[in-house]
Nanobody
Framework: VQLVESGGGLVQSGGSLRLSCEVTGLDLEYFAIGWFRQAPGKEREGIASIRNTEGTTHYVAPVRGRFTSSLDNAKKSATLQMNNLQREDTAVYCC?????????????????WGQGTPVTVSS
């Protein structure tokens, strides 16, 4: 099983980035994908999740309305579209998969993790 993120980079405040999470070894029809981030000096936080069986999503307040997650089971990939990025969004972003806990953003419930991709938002 492997999850590989891409799409991070440097963007100005107000800009957009689209992160991808390529998944091998899992059938996304049976897994939920969560997106997490860890800013410098801070703990990792879950920000978004999506469950393919129902197409339902969950977002935490700081990103709701700006970030959108999606799944493509045929392409075995997940994406996180991030709009109106702000400096406080600067972090390393990673995706994770779980088969048991659905849309929960409790990181202990996730079975597989990617290595992460850095996002830096400049003012």
């Amino acid at each position: 099983v492997q999850l590989v993120e891409s799409g991070g980079g440097l963007v100005q405040s107000g800009g957009s980035l689209r992160l991808s999470c390529e998944v091998t070894g899992l059938d996304l029809e049976y897994f939920a994908i969560g997106w997490f981030r860890q800013a410098p000096g801070k703990e990792r936080e879950g920000i978004a999740s999506i469950r393919n069986t129902e197409g339902t999503t969950h977002y935490v307040a700081p990103v709701r309305g700006r970030f959108t997650s999606s799944l493509d089971n045929a392409k075995k990939s997940a994406t996180l579209q991030m709009n109106n990025l702000q400096r406080e969004d600067t972090a390393v972003y990673c995706c994770a998969a779980n088969v048991r806990t659905g849309l929960s953003l409790y990181d202990g419930g996730y079975d597989y993790w990617g290595q992460g991709t850095p996002v830096t938002v400049s003012s």
